[in-house]
């Protein structure tokens, strides 16, 4: 297959030689905010009257090269600012560089939003999602606002229950989606055992969501990408903001100097106060119960050519819960990143991004009862070198291509009553290289052939990924498209939905294949009426050689390391609709997805009478048939906003219980034990999920220091006590089965400050 | 637009409507309990019948009484020849006994035989008895609790057929008063909502399963365990029991904890017990175990 890939690559680059020899002009730059200096991602560009232009790509640079020499208009123009036009002259091989300001339209009611075509372009590519950081902050969350959650609201993507944070995309787990901040990848990226996110809205400029059939430039999963890029910094003047909320407070501040910018936002849980009120009265608070996080940046801008920049983030949790005088529980987990970016351009035609990245998870639990210690160390390191050629030898084509190569450090020690019981340290290279092409055959097709080779150490694992994405547009209102890719996952997550915080990572090793999988998608994005989008997707994919922790292993000590592990295959398959309205004093979507999830490993899910050869497939629990969201913003003044979200879920799937009966003679113990007989695993539905979310929020001053908003929040307006699942009472006789519940109503008050 | 629309609204209707994986019906399995302990007599055999979940449980109505029982020694392993038996008789509803002694022999295969006359259904199930071991060498007689100097034992090498040993250790109160728990069992219980059954409960207290990888060997192939405090749920005299388990018992203690949470499945994602058993369900199993007796000190008495 790849060698159809590798084919089309090969025909690109013979076609682009053929015109990249004539005498032509071009045009490059970077596009950035004129308030803040920040450089703007998928600005569009373009010079009128021609079918010449481009967009800026992620680090906010564009080149338009072939152009004949000639005047031109050049315009350029993004999401919420005004447009830019100015004419130009370009003589025979001039390359001219041009950086442009962008200047951010005031707020006013009846403006009509300003939206680049390139940006559009961008979010319309198959799979793609883009989450605006603004709305992240407008719409209503449970005490603090969160990418992660406001991700979950998009067709494909859902939420394992209203304490998870966890992002289950079009039938993938959570480990089957690369995190990227600032390119670098991130292993647990939550706080308060998965209830948030870790990233602070503040310190966001760009969140990327690439659900399935993603390119070629990236990989490590089999699902999708979540790519959330950092501020800059505000590069004209000290800007900052601070916010005080019921469960976090938040505070950045950024600004210039001679040579670039930088950024530094911090956050903190506040919950100190509440339990030690709590402790008054009631028993079994935790006495240390807290998270921060830190995102930092600081750019050096060498010159025209160069820029470099320097981004960390750390975030940790720590619990200590005392819950007898002779019983403590803590745990201490979180991750630190570090990226130092640079950026070059060699030429007009050419540019480039390196990035040397580190990254360390961290997760520490301690349980100390009656005397008897147990203690977990479990850390990865993963240090990486990353580089990205983009070439745009005419309109026509944009190569690209890049490598990734890093060394990845495991290691878990399980420590019980002083003594080690499990340990293992694995040391991994990986490597991968890719190349693509956009290439754009006509008016109306676009082909995207690209391949990545992918190699892990430990096993000799070579891997080869073909991925290909068609377009065709027959009118300027519809483009139809496809996507098909290979993809391949060297790690596993070891968790658990309800409770993240002891989440372990292993990787795949001799006798433990790599996960791998085929995606296919097919969709249509459409422009029914102006200032609305209607677009729809069907996506397939299959899912092979998972490797996940036996759940059936009480005790892993001792056994080789493939037989802690159960190997199984999956595949899920499903409809996207989303339809949105962009502009105007109402903005807002609805979104509609019909899933569908199977896994099947072996001896699971079998018939009670014939377990060995039996395993069936079976949906997971996180597999909802329908599941509809609502946004809407609504300006109700130039002062008072309204934001309200509804979601409504077919209830998610749980086994039932069909039989029971009682083990009473166990010598080692005097509890009868209760044993269940059960059918098909999640072969029943809990009721239908919904909940309804409004925000209130008012614009104003806080004295003459900044503006300020009020935010005021009412997570589920209805109260709709939506069950998470059974719990069983042995203590009746008939067992009395209970629905736990998830979130009650909730409300919510946030205070911000800029300055 | 309104065709698009027609036809995908068509289309999940179709899709939705079709459910190939629709819930089971609640069926009647027959449910065995028994196990093997190397050198010790034939145990008894329990043989029953499930109840539909939302049904009431009693065990006597469960019951059924009008089995024939037979346990066999196998000649090598467990497709080999029968190279004696044993008869069982009614004993009680549900269960059944020996008609005559014999002791189980370690390392040995044995097979249950059951057959129910009124329907001529066959109930079979095979275990290798594990081999025995012994605590070795000196335990002490009484030790301070939560001493610096934990409570120590040596088991004698022992080997179960193509795996490591698999224990479970259990501590028998022989003095299970509230007034006797150790502190931190203590408060468990003062907020108990059932402390009398939780106590009886705790009167035995068991590690749950433990690889021997875990321990310290020695030169000899015998392994060295240090008993953790959290065992120890009652002062005053223990006896503490390490039991090494056969495959039946393993696949249906590891699976049955899994039944109600606590691993990495989903919540409310149940899957059914590891039988061993043709016919039924439930444990057909065997284990090796030996015992000493220790008498735990308050701290400063």
Redesign the interface.
């Known amino acids: 297959m790849y060698r159809i890939f590798l084919t089309l690559l090969a025909i690109g680059i013979w076609s682009s030689v053929g015109v990249s020899a004539q005498q032509v002009a071009s045009i490059s730059g970077y596009v950035t905010d004129s308030e803040t200096g920040e450089t703007l991602i998928s600005a569009n560009m373009g010079l009128q009257g021609t079918r010449l232009g481009a967009s800026t790509n992620t680090l906010g640079y564009y080149t338009i090269p072939n152009i004949q020499p000639g005047t031109y208009t050049l315009v350029a123009s993004y999401i919420g600012y005004k447009s830019y036009s100015r004419e130009i002259t370009l003589g025979a091989d001039e390359n001219l560089r041009l950086d442009i300001n962008l200047i951010p339209e005031s707020i006013e009611l009846e403006e009509i939003e300003v939206r680049s075509q390139a940006e559009l372009e961008e979010q319309k590519n198959i799979g793609t999602a883009q989450v605006d950081t603004e709305l992240i902050k407008e719409l209503p969350s449970v005490f603090e606002a969160d990418v992660f959650r406001s991700v979950q609201l998009l067709p494909g993507v859902k939420a394992?229950s209203d304490f998870s944070s966890g992002l289950y995309i079009r039938g993938g787990s959570p480990d089957q989606t690369l995190i990227l901040l600032d390119r670098t990848t991130v292993y647990n990226p939550s706080h308060f055992f998965g209830f948030f996110s870790t990233f602070n809205p503040d310190a966001i400029k760009d969140v990327r969501l690439y659900k399935g059939g993603y390119p070629a430039e990236y990989g490590g999963r089999l699902g999708s990408v979540l790519s959330i890029y950092n501020k800059d910094g505000n590069r004209k003047e000290m800007a900052g903001s601070a916010t005080v909320g019921l469960l976090a407070s938040r505070a950045s501040i950024e600004g210039p100097y001679k040579k670039g910018s930088w950024m530094l936002a911090v956050r903190r849980s506040t919950l100190e106060p509440l339990l030690a009120g709590l402790r008054q009265s009631v028993d079994n608070i935790p006495s240390k119960f807290y998270f921060y996080d830190v995102n930092g940046k600081i750019n050096f801008d060498a010159n025209a050519n160069n820029k470099f920049s320097l981004a960390f983030y750390a975030g940790q949790d720590r619990v200590s819960f005392p819950f007898?005088?002779?019983?403590v529980f803590e745990l201490d987990y979180g991750n630190q990143t570090l990226s130092s970016n640079w950026t070059h351009i060699f030429s007009e035609k050419l540019f480039s991004n390196t990035v040397i990245t580190g990254s360390r998870y961290f997760n520490y639990p301690n349980f100390d009862?009656?005397?008897?210690p147990f203690k977990r160390e479990n850390n990865i390191y993963d240090f990486s070198l990353k580089s990205d050629l983009e070439y745009l030898p005419n309109n026509d084509h944009r190569f690209k291509m890049g490598f990734w190569a890093g060394i990845f450090t495991f290691r878990l020690n399980d420590i019980?009553?002083e003594?080690t019981?499990f340990q293992s340290r694995i040391q991994n290279q990986y490597a991968s290289f890719y190349v693509q092409d956009e290439w754009r055959a006509s008016e109306r097709w676009i082909l995207t052939p690209g391949v990545r080779f992918n190699y892990f150490s430990d096993g000799e694992y070579i891997r080869t990924e073909p991925r290909m994405a068609i377009e065709f547009r027959p009118t300027d209102r519809i483009r139809l498209q496809g996507a098909y890719g290979r993809y391949n996952q060297f790690i596993t997550l070891?968790?658990?939905?309800?409770f993240s915080g002891f989440d372990v990572w292993l990787t795949s090793a001799e006798g433990v294949s790599p996960a791998y999988g085929d995606q296919f998608v097919l969709g249509a994005k459409t422009i029914?009426f102006e200032d609305y989008g209607l677009d729809?997707e069907f996506y397939y994919r299959s899912m092979n050689d998972l490797f996940?922790?036996d759940?059936?292993?009480?005790?892993?000590?001792?056994?080789p390391y493939q037989d802690v592990f159960r190997f199984g295959e999956g595949y899920a398959y499903g409809?996207e609709?989303f339809f949105e309205k962009r502009a105007g004093r109402f903005t807002g979507f609805l979104g509609y997805t019909?899933a569908f999830t199977w896994r099947k490993f072996p001896?699971?899910?079998?018939e009670?009478s014939n377990?060995e050869q039996t395993a069936r497939f079976?949906?997971?629990?996180?597999d909802r048939?329908?599941d509809i969201n609502a946004v809407g913003n609504y300006q109700l003044s130039d002062r008072w906003k309204f934001t309200a979200s509804f979601n409504f879920a077919t209830g998610?799937s749980?086994?039932?219980?069909?039989?029971?009966?009682?083990?009473?003679?166990?010598?080692?113990?005097?509890?009868d034990?209760n044993?269940?007989?059960?059918?098909?695993?999640?072969?029943?539905r809990?009721p239908n999920y919904h909940r309804l979310d409004i925000s209130f929020s008012r614009m104003g001053r806080f004295f003459d220091l900044g503006d300020s908003e009020l935010q005021l929040q009412l997570i589920n307006v209805y109260s709709r006590r939506n069950t998470?699942?059974?719990n069983?009472d042995f203590?009746e006789?008939?067992?009395d089965?209970n629905a736990?519940n998830m979130l009650p109503i909730l409300p919510s008050i946030s205070y911000t400050v800029n300055f | 637009m309104k065709h698009f629309l027609f036809i995908l609204l068509a289309f999940v209707l179709l899709v939705s409507a079709c459910d190939p994986y629709a819930q089971d019906e609640y069926e009647e399995y027959y449910v065995v309990e028994s196990y093997l302990v190397a050198n010790a007599l034939l145990p008894e055999v329990r043989l029953s019948t499930t109840v539909p979940a939302d049904a009431f449980y009693d065990f006597e109505e469960a019951a059924v009484n009008d089995a024939n029982i037979e346990i066999q020694l196998l000649e090598s392993g467990a497709e080999s020849s029968v190279e004696q038996s044993w008869s069982y008789r009614y004993d009680a509803p549900g269960i059944y006994v020996p008609e005559v002694d014999h002791n189980v022999i370690p390392g040995r295969t044995y097979k249950l035989d059951i057959t129910l006359p009124a329907t001529s259904e066959k109930i079979t199930s095979t275990t290798t008895v594990p081999e025995a071991f012994q605590i070795i060498g000196a335990v002490p007689d009484s030790i301070f609790y939560q001493a610096t100097d934990q409570l120590e034992f040596t088991l004698s090498a022992s080997s179960y057929p193509g795996r490591q040993n698999i224990y479970v250790f259990n501590a028998v109160s022989l003095r299970p008063f509230s007034a006797n728990l150790t502190p931190f069992y203590s408060e468990l219980i003062a907020e108990s909502d059932e402390p009398e059954q939780d106590l009886e409960e705790l009167a035995n207290n068991s590690s749950g399963i433990i690889n021997e990888s875990g321990f310290e060997f020695n030169p000899d192939g015998s392994a060295t365990v240090q008993y953790p405090w959290i065992g120890i749920a009652f002062f005053e005299d223990n006896l503490i029991v390490a039991n090494t388990i056969d495959d039946n018992v393993y696949d249906f203690i590891r699976s049955q904890e899994t039944q109600l949470g606590g691993s990495t499945l989903s919540p409310g994602e149940i899957q059914n017990i590891i039988y061993n058993i043709e016919g039924g369900i439930g444990v057909f199993g065997a284990l090796a175990s030996d015992t000493v007796q220790v008498y735990i000190k308050r701290p400063g008495s």
């Open positions: 394992a007898t005088d002779d019983a009862l009656a005397g008897t019980f009553d003594r019981t070891i968790s658990n939905e309800a029914p729809i996940e922790l759940p059936f292993l009480p005790d892993v000590g001792g056994l409809t609709v019909l001896g699971f899910n079998a009670i377990q079976y949906p997971t629990k996180y048939r329908h998610q749980y086994t039932k219980v069909l039989g029971r009966y009682v083990q009473y003679d166990l010598p080692w113990t005097n509890e034990r044993a269940f007989t059960v059918g098909k695993v999640n072969a029943s809990l998470w699942f059974y069983f203590n006789n008939p067992i089965v736990v």
